[in-house]
């Protein structure tokens, strides 16, 4: 899979700029998320460099058997998003199922424009006791990587504004750039 990641990436045309996080088990922010494509990126990354990354999936796509099966397969953890207590719990449990667990997670939240990012993997990263490192996904120069370590304090609103000023510092673009907004 390593290989014909790195081959599928190389076809379309993105460059690496990093390997994988060398924590053993921490949380990976991505950015900018403005199409499930976004996802499909980073996953190839991630592949090619012989990571193997997790992502948070809304417990409906476990429903289906054969969806649920594929979905698993790319690192999908079912999570109920209507309980954000649960899902903390539900995360931080099947981190310490294993030895190894990097979760990517999209701080947006969501594909549309907003604002505000979310900060749940705040909670999950100071509850678990894991650092966060920052990637990206440049459509604009279809550069894929990883940027940085950020520590966590306290306040997360103060790290978030200070997350969000490390993305804008990067002049990212997202494959829709009208939907990604850092501020």
């Known amino acids: ?34 199409t499930i494509w976004d996802f499909v990126i980073a996953y190839l990354y ?22 649920s099966s594929i979905v698993k397969k790319m690192g999908g953890i079912p999570v109920d998003r209507k309980n954000p207590g649960k899902m903390v719990r539900s995360v931080i449990a099947e981190m310490e199922k294993r030895d190894k667990f990097h979760l990517a997670i ?7 424009p907003i604002a505000r990012w979310k900060t749940g993997f705040h909670l999950i990263a100071s509850k678990a006791g894991i650092p966060v490192y920052l990637a990206y996904f440049d459509w604009g120069t279809k550069h894929v990587g990883y940027k940085c370590k950020v520590e966590l304090t306290d306040d997360a609103n103060a790290d978030m ?13 997202g494959r829709h750039p009208e939907k990604y907004i850092t501020r």
Do not use: N
């Open 46 to 67: 991630y592949k090619s460099q012989g990571g193997d990354a997790l992502c948070m999936v809304k417990q409906e796509f476990f429903s289906v058997p054969v969806l």
């Open 161 to 173: 504004r200070r997350i969000q000023d490390l993305y804008e510092e990067m002049h990212l673009v």
């Open 106 to 112: 999209a701080p947006e939240g969501t594909r549309k």
């Open 1 to 34: 899979m390593q290989k014909l990641s790195a081959w599928l990436l190389r076809v379309m045309g993105w460059t690496v700029d990093s390997g994988t996080v060398p924590e053993k088990k921490c949380i990976i922010l991505g950015a900018p998320h403005t």
